[in-house]
């Protein structure tokens, strides 16, 4: 009753273990399997990993990476010291055929399916690889593209084309389903991932959850505790999923904040064809699906839904008496001061 498709795979229900550190070894994707998950996505390589050891294998010298990296992207505007040599270590102990191993060990040993993931920032030099995991056998691949449009020099269009170009190079080397997901800051958020869902791609996982940096007034230098999402946090999802649902050419994954069974049937009522859990998997553990099922199939029998497509979108934007509700954004009332 729950089953259902997601960029063209089947599904034995909508409840997905995200990309994250609990999707990274076998024994993980086992315990997953048995909690009843639908699909998992594995724990992204990094870009600069391939980069890292494409450009080792073409100087045999992994210290001039760096200048490879930086010839062949150009200028750094995604990059800075720190995190280049944070991943020139990573990419030294993460060999990325270490990776291919693990997707090969992890098809032959898990029946749902397994979406690889490759967090990308640019669109240079990395899609080759692309193909080495599509050979593992494993279903599908999610991009992981957050770009963070911070730099002064660059217009909206510039930012988004990368999108564009990241699809078009990796589409010339993979013939299984694609996704994008994405983070939020886009100009012309609704146009362009419209656009994005007519060159082909499957699906858009909205939305990755963002590293944020903080403050520490006490010791006057920055820090960040904000790894796990809280419960609270789904509304902004919601809002984009009942938006976008029915009007692009892709399914669409919700991610950041979905926690219980309530959570997931609200995207599901938005129009998400699947559901994406991280955090909750870290709080709750692996049962966390086990429950979610249960508590979806008693919703769905209380209100008489026999079928997953019976309810989904019921409640997106182009679907509810008051579309406006979705793309109202200021509490009139409250900052009227009438109440
Ligand atoms: C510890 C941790 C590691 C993560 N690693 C990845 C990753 O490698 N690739 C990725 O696309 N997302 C990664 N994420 C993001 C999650 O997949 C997810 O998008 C985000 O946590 C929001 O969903 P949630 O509210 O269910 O946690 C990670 C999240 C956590 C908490």
Known sequence: MLTTTYMGLQLRNPFIAGSCGLTNTVEHLREIEK???GAVVIKSIFEEQIQYDSAQSLKGEGSLWKDTFNKVVGEKEYFY??????????????????????LKRAKKEISIPIIASIHCTTQYNWQYFAKRIQDTGIDAIELNAFLLPSNFNRTSEENEKVYFEIITEIKKYVTIPVSLKLGYYFSGLANTLQKLSDTGISAFVLFNRSFNPDIDIDNLEMTSNNTFSYPTEYF????????????VQADIAASTGIHDAEAAIKQLLAGASTVQV????????F????????????????????????FRGKLSQNKV???????????IKIFTNII
């Open 35 to 37: 909690s009843g998950a």
């Open 236 to 247: 902004h999802t919601l809002r984009w999923v009942a938006i976008l649902s029915g009007r």
């Open 278 to 285: 991280a955090s909750a998997m870290y709080k709750n553990g």
């Open 81 to 102: 010291d720190d995190a280049l040599a944070y991943m020139e270590n990573y990419a030294k102990e993460q060999p990325l055929n270490e990776y291919l191993d693990f």
């Open 287 to 310: 049962p966390v699906f086990t429950e979610m099922i249960k508590e979806t199939e008693a919703w769905m029998k209380k209100h008489n839904f026999k079928s997953i497509d019976e």
């Open 321 to 331: 008496e008051n579309p406006a509700a979705y793309e109202r954004v200021q509490f």
